[in-house]
């Protein structure tokens, strides 16, 4: 059993996907550094769906959106006065973590980016239906 595991592992989706993590790491902490943060909120960004998570902010959004997102936290919703996501940039980060990441991380990633999560998730699981439809 433990060798059919992974066998399994080597050949999953996830492999694929854990290949751009280490290119983009640099690119957050050089994100990162830029946005002045405290102690506490590094720790954050250091957890790895956080981390997951952030990399896709620092592909579709400016520094100072990334800051916002951060100094919010995951799960509170934008104040009226913050820069609103257009429905593009919801579609690019649903494809991007569609694309790139197992199912089983996919979950994480959007929550944790906090940003519209009721339309990021539909939208995630719209791609996922037609995708589903186009491998059957």
Do not use: H
């Not at 854990?18 to 550094?33: F, L, M, Q, Y």
């Amino acid at each position: 059993l433990p060798e059919n595991i992974e066998e399994t592992a080597r050949s999953s989706k996830a492999n694929k996907a854990a290949e751009p993590i280490a290119e983009w790491k640099d690119e957050v902490i050089s994100t990162v550094a830029k946005l002045n943060l405290n102690p506490k909120q590094v720790r954050e960004l250091k957890t790895k769906s956080s981390l997951l998570a952030r990399a896709c902010l620092t592909f579709c959004f400016p520094s100072e959106v990334l800051a916002k997102s951060v100094v919010k936290g995951g799960n509170e919703q934008l104040s009226k006065d913050d820069s609103k996501l257009d429905e593009d940039k919801v579609d690019d980060i649903c494809e991007f973590v569609m694309a790139r990441f197992p199912e089983s991380e996919r979950k994480n990633i959007l929550n944790t980016l906090g940003y519209k999560v009721r339309d990021l998730k539909r939208k995630a699981s719209a791609l996922e239906k037609s995708t589903d439809a186009e491998t059957e």
